[in-house]
């Protein structure tokens, strides 16, 4: 692995020792295998303590790692047919977004999602996947136009958030967000969202307005990245991994407040370990919503989905006396 | 001395003679406007008139473009019989429109009818820019707007291909109407569910631009196609500087948000197959048993 998170370093350098031992027992005459196979035992212990045991941070390291599966490694893996579909028809076309249609085990369905570069070349066209108002109305656009043709909506949120720019206030960032909030509560189609690696804030919520909304298990969603809250709150960016540990960014945290639906295992170490096997960790659990969607009319979907979002949010009532969530 | 021998030939440029520029008929070579390579016809036409060194779409007629696309024997032309009048009494407008009647054996400059693309059935419009430089009078209005209307009939997507100058100068207001026509032909259609894909060919611009040619479900155009609403000159005056060189292209209309996708002559049959295939897809029983 060329890239190894700051909470493996122990990891990696039992894995040196073994490789050294075992390049050792090839060109010389003296048998290590028992030390080699104790070693290794040592390692899989390891692995199994360092993995079970991830805080805040770790996870969000894993989420933001550069090898971390994009949407389109996911399109390609889950779906066959897949065209996409450029342009929100008024300013441009955000390569920060794809969208397009494709079809899910036969199902026609339209597929949108954040996307990052793999190198700095792409990650400068696709603006390391933060997007302008356009790649908004480009969503919204495929929406709508699943919409009017029936097809369910599937989205893969993947954004540090919604750029944070001249242009992009010039053209209405707030407007473009809030008017996919707006259309998405009342999208006549099952939506089903699945954040795959950071959901920053308000730019991600803008693809996260769904009947379903699933998290992979190493994947974060905050009103704010870990460093602009404690540059907020204590003035301090470094401080980014106390406010990591502080915010309730993990999926299991979101899970616990009601936010998300599922949480959806990773492989071990985190997703890039292993793209086939994790594309069909997602498999399972969108086949699973899309079965539970599709039979649903229109009003239903609405309904459904107003209740969802309505649930959320923590308060006391001083009239009832009761704690409401 | 040996050099003597041979000596050397003066060049002269040859200029050929009457007989001699009889000997090859005309149109049998073609020079691509682009790269300026001269080439057989024939080759140029195998290969969907797309320039084989440079890649150039050269324009294609509304009779070629349906015998390349639609599968063979399915085209049933509809609407031949309508033809174009002078309303206004423009000079010579009906001379012009039964030249280009003869020229390319067509009523107007837009071929309709229904057929069907690797299986699936359709109904297709296809504009013809030998005709008027494609533009639109009340014929061409009329046709587009019947054709949409027999999609709807027969529920149906509706293809269009676009090569219009647009409106048609000599049927003054009544052409400005057809944009209106048309549109809201396809509002009804679209409210109905009807697919409606769009493929803007070079070139795409005023009011054919500004009406059918942008309201696909899908917006294509062809490489290097020139689609837009006024024309350079008429802008460039206007507002009194040069504007990029690829302005007004179809790479241009992609990269601002116009266009779904810039798809090249070869790959389109492709495309739309699998854009209709998705669209006629329910999915299997797995999804729709409960």
């Keep these: ?325 | 001395m040996l050099k003597d021998l041979f000596s050397k030939k003066k060049k002269y440029a040859t200029i050929p003679s009457e007989q001699a520029k009889q000997d090859v008929p005309e149109g049998i070579m073609t020079k691509c406007p682009k790269c300026k390579k001269i080439m057989y016809t024939k080759e140029l036409v195998k290969n969907l008139r797309v320039c084989i060194s440079c890649g150039y779409h050269h324009p294609m007629s509304a009779p070629e473009r349906i015998a390349c696309l639609l599968d063979e024997g399915t085209f049933q032309e509809y609407d031949r019989h309508l033809l174009s009048k002078n309303p206004l009494d423009f000079p010579q407008y009906i001379e012009k429109v039964e030249e280009d009647r003869e020229k390319t054996k067509l009523n107007e400059a837009v071929v309709t009818g229904e057929g069907m693309i690797n299986g699936f059935p359709i109904v297709i419009a296809v504009m013809d820019s030998r005709f008027r430089m494609g533009s639109m009078g009340s014929v061409v209005g009329e046709k587009i707007a019947r054709a949409i209307e027999r999609a709807m009939e027969k529920s149906v997507p509706f293809i269009i291909f676009t090569a219009s100058g647009g409106a048609r100068m000599q049927e003054g207001v009544l052409s400005l109407m057809q944009m209106a026509k048309t549109s809201a032909a396809l509002k009804l259609f679209s409210e109905q569910g009807g697919l409606i894909i769009s493929v803007m060919t070079h070139p795409t611009t005023g009011g054919v631009s500004a009406s059918f040619a942008s309201l696909g479900d899908y917006n294509f155009a062809e490489p290097g196609a020139l689609i837009g609403f006024a024309g350079r000159r008429v802008i460039e005056q206007t507002v009194r500087e040069e504007l990029p060189e690829d302005f007004q292209t179809a790479e241009f209309l992609l990269k601002h948000g116009q266009l779904d996708a810039v798809i090249p002559r070869h790959e389109l049959k492709d495309v739309l197959t699998n854009v209709l295939d998705i669209h006629q897809s329910r999915g299997g029983d797995e999804w729709h048993t409960n």
């Excluded at chain 1, 890239?3 to 370093?9: D, G």
């Excluded at chain 1, 792409?122 to 969503?139: D, L, S, T």
Aim: proline residues 4%.
């Design chain 1, 1 to 325: 692995m060329a890239y190894e998170l700051e909470f493996e370093k122990p990891l990696v350098e039992l894995r040196k020792k073994i490789s050294e031992l075992k390049e050792f027992t090839k060109h010389r005459d003296v048998d290590f295998s028992d030390e080699i196979n104790k070693l290794e035992a040592r390692l899989e212990k390891l692995e199994n303590d360092i993995y079970a045991n991830l805080g805040p941070w770790d996870r969000v390291q894993i989420a933001r790692h550069p090898n971390r599966p994009t949407t389109l490694d996911y399109i390609e893996r889950l779906f066959t047919n897949f065209f996409e579909c450029h342009g929100d028809r008024c300013f441009g076309d955000d390569e920060a977004i794809v969208g397009g249609i494709a079809k899910y085990y036969g199902l026609p369905v339209t597929v949108i999602g954040h996307q990052r570069g793999k190198d700095t070349k792409e990650n400068i066209r696709r603006n390391f996947g933060m997007p302008h108002p356009e790649g908004y109305r480009k969503a919204l656009r495929l929406m709508k136009q699943a919409e009017k043709f029936g097809r369910p909506i599937i989205c893969f949120i993947d954004t540090k958030g919604a750029y944070p720019g001249k242009a992009a206030e010039e053209r209405g960032q707030s407007e473009a967000i809030a008017r996919n909030l707006f259309e998405m509560a009342g999208l006549t189609v099952p939506v089903v969202c699945i954040v795959i690696g950071e959901g920053g804030s308000g730019g991600a919520l803008a693809l996260g307005v769904g009947n379903y909304v699933h998290m992979l298990e190493n994947s974060t969603y905050s009103v704010i990245s870990p460093e602009g809250a404690a540059a907020i709150l204590w003035k301090d960016a470094s401080l980014a991994k106390k406010a990591a540990e502080t915010m309730k960014i993990t999926a299991k945290d979101l899970k616990q407040l009601g936010i998300i639906d599922e949480v959806i295992p990773e492989v071990r170490g985190g997703a890039h370990r292993n793209v086939d096997e994790q594309a069909k960790y997602i498999d399972d659990v969108l086949k699973r919503s899309l079965r539970e969607l599709l039979p649903l009319h229109a009003e239903q979907l609405i309904a459904q989905r107003y209740e969802k979002y309505k649930k959320i949010g923590d308060f006391i009532d001083s009239e009832q006396h009761v704690s409401v969530m």
